[in-house]
Structure formats: structure tokens, C-alpha cells
């Protein structure tokens, strides 16, 4: 088998965030997000006025439109997390890493171009894109845990934040170029959106081929077969029973599954939001949205490599610590955004810490794994948590939409609507800072505390 040299691995790792990012950026925050919230509103004629609703059917139940994907993305993710550990456990049995990277990978791609086959605004169109959703959330995020297990064996620690920025610098310019193509394409009338979701899934699978065919498969592990199906939760419960001795692996980690909720769940309702809450001139939402998206992007790639920096200089945990605070303030501030500019202002401030808190979280993590050469069971376990906090905060956020838009003491006052979801959100992130600050300097050994 041939093997390559230690660059060579390391930017063939990389090339999958250039890859994969596209899902993230067109499906989970830019041109999906603003297809579906235009095409699931209604018109209604009420007392001879037309009103637009956000109501849609859905399986015979009604909800709101943003709610509804709200609560799939929570259910998504739940499957992921019970899904996750079954298949990193027969990854190791098999010793093929690289093979569930690649089923996942093209799962993934396959979903988002199946989005296309649907009419989202039709009842029977809406179930097909939801499944479509699903299908390409829950390969997205398997492929992503066997691609983060491949960090700590590619990369010494103090490589570690360097490499884990440049990878989400990669998928952040890959995701902006072909964004950038399908809205000149669609804005230039040379296609319909929904053409992007196909763009989508064939960048995805096209460019994975290459950190297909550099990254390692993997070694097979010595345990029987009827332990197959079984052993990734073995290795979480192992995993948790070693943390629990370890002290600063674990407060990292506990205070890392109680941010990530807000965290991610921003990143997921920020265009939702802005779609609702703010006060786009007539026909200028979708552009508006789209530069909001760009502006977000761009600002995150110089972002993650600051907080490398910073990192370096003051710790990853001072560092994380401030970037919360700073995520908390931009949560409040959700309160008194009503204009484009006011917006524009606070999507730069988010990109500059959302690929910032992300790179720092996954190398911050790496680096406090203990010296095992089963890398894969600790991010299986990072990875659970982080999407069951995930679940956890996109169903709280849905409920709080529906109780801000649906009830009509709530709706009329400052925090109606979405806004009460995402000034919900601070709690996550003061937590975070409180468990943030209880991570000690060194890792201490403790077989009595949890």
C-alpha cells in the first residue's frame, strides 16, 4: 500500500472541509434555508385583506414553516448520535475509517440532490424534501465524525490548531466559490435555485475522492463479531469511565456540549431569522440574505486562524472563555436588529467567531485526548455530544418560535416570534463560560469526581 508524506495527509485532510462545506453553506445556511422559507408561505385572504401565512401541513399536523425544520433537524440529530457510535464500531472491527467516510460522504451528496426531485410547496413535495433533508444531514454529520478522528493521527498536538484551522479555511472558500457561481448562474436567469442543490452534492462527491485516495483506511480490530453492533457504545461508556478520571478532559467536554447548543444552532436559523425578523426593502430579502451569508464566510476564515493565534498566546481555554462571552453579547443583540445595516454588521461579527470557536473546540479537544492510538471512540463520543446538545437546542428553539409566533400576548411584544428563541440562546453560552472556567490548567487524574 503506498503512503504519502505528512503534508501530503494533512492537505488531503483539509480538501474534505473544501468538500464538505458546501452542505453546510448551501443546504444548512444559505440557499435551502431561503428557498424553503419562500416557497412554504401562503397567502390568505382574511376579512377581504390578503395575509401571508407561515403555516404548513405537515403529516396531518400543522406548524410553523421554520419550527417544522426546526424540530426534523432535532430528530436528524438524534439519529445521528444513536447511529454515530453503531458505525465507528464496526469501522474499527473492519479497520475501514476511510470506507465510512466514503458511504457517508456520498450519502450525504446524494441527499442534497435529491432535494431537487421535490416541490417543497406542495404537501406531498414537502414530505420528499424533509426525507431528502434528512437523508443529506444525517450523512453529512457521519462523515464527519470518522473525518475528525483522523486529527490526532496525522498531526502532533501543537500542530493540531493550525491544521484544524486551515481545514475549516479550506471548506470556507470552497463553500464561497461555488455559492458564489450558483447565485451569478440563478441571478443571471441561467438557472433556478434548486439547481444549486445538485451543484451541491456533485462538488461534495467529486472533490471527497481526493482525501479518498491519500487518508489511511485504518487498521482492524481484534474482537468477535458478535460485538460488532455493540462496540461503539462499549467505547463511548469506556471512553466516559476514563474521562471521568480525567478531569480536564471531561469539564472541556461537558462545557463543549452545553455552548456547541448555541452555537450550532445559530448557525442553522441565522438566515431563518434574518428572512423573518428583519426589515428587507421590497424585493431585496434574497440578495440581501445571500450578501449577509457571503459576508459571514469570508469574515470566518481570517477568524479561525485569529483564534489560532490568540490560542497560542493565551490557551485555548482563555481563549474560548472570551469568544462565549462574545457569542452571548451577539444573542442580546438579536433584541434591537430590525435593519439590513444593523444585520450586515452582526453577521460580520459572527463569522469572525464561528469558525473561530469551532477549529478551537475540535483541536482544543484533540489536544486533551490521552496518548491511545483509538482516536475514533474519543471523537465518536465529542461528536455524540455535540448532537445531542444539537437536537437539544433546535427543539427549544422551535418550541420558543411557535410559542413567540402562536401566542398572541407573546407575538405582540419585544421578543416575539424567533427573536425569543435567539435571546434563549444566551443561557447556553453564560453556561458555557461558567464550565469553561472550572477546566484546569493541567490534566488532573480523579477516580472519585463526575
Known sequence: MKTYSKKTTQNAWAMYDWANSVYSLVITTAIFPIYYAAKTKSTLLVDGEEVTSNMVQFMGFEFVNTALIGYVGAFGFVLVSILMPLFTGVADYLGRKRFFLRLFSTMGALG??????????????????????????????LSIVFYNSYLPEIASREEQDKLS??????????????????????????????????????????????????????KAKRFTGTEVLSKGFDELSHVWRVMKKTLRLKRFTQAFFVYSMGVQTVMMVAVYFAEKEIDWPEGGAKIGLILSVLLIQVIAIPGAYVMSILSAKKGNIKTLIAVNVFWAILCLGAIVIHTP??????????GFVMGGIQSLSRSTFSKFIPEVKDTASYFSFYDVSEKIGLAIGLFIFAYLEEVGTTNVDVSEGVLSGMRLSIVSLVVFFVLGVILLLRVPKEEVASSTEV
Request: one cysteine or more; charged letters at 5%.
Open 112 to 141: 442534497c440532490m435529491g432535494l431537487y426531485l421535490f416541490d417543497v410547496s406542495e404537501e406531498s413535495g414537502l414530505i420528499g424534501t424533509i426525507l431528502m433533508y434528512l437523508i443529506a444531514l444525517i450523512g453529512f454529520w
Open 165 to 218: 484551522a486551515k481545514g475549516f479555511s479550506f471548506g470556507y472558500v470552497g463553500s464561497v466559490l461555488l455559492l458564489s457561481s450558483i447565485l451569478y448562474l440563478n441571478l443571471n436567469g441561467h438557472i433556478e435555485a434548486e439547481v444549486g442543490f445538485i451543484m451541491t452534492g456533485v462538488w461534495w462527491l467529486v472533490f471527497t475522492q481526493y482525501s479518498l485516495y491519500i487518508l489511511p483506511s485504518g
Open 341 to 350: 445595516n444593523q444585520f450586515y454588521f452582526m453577521a460580520a461579527l459572527v
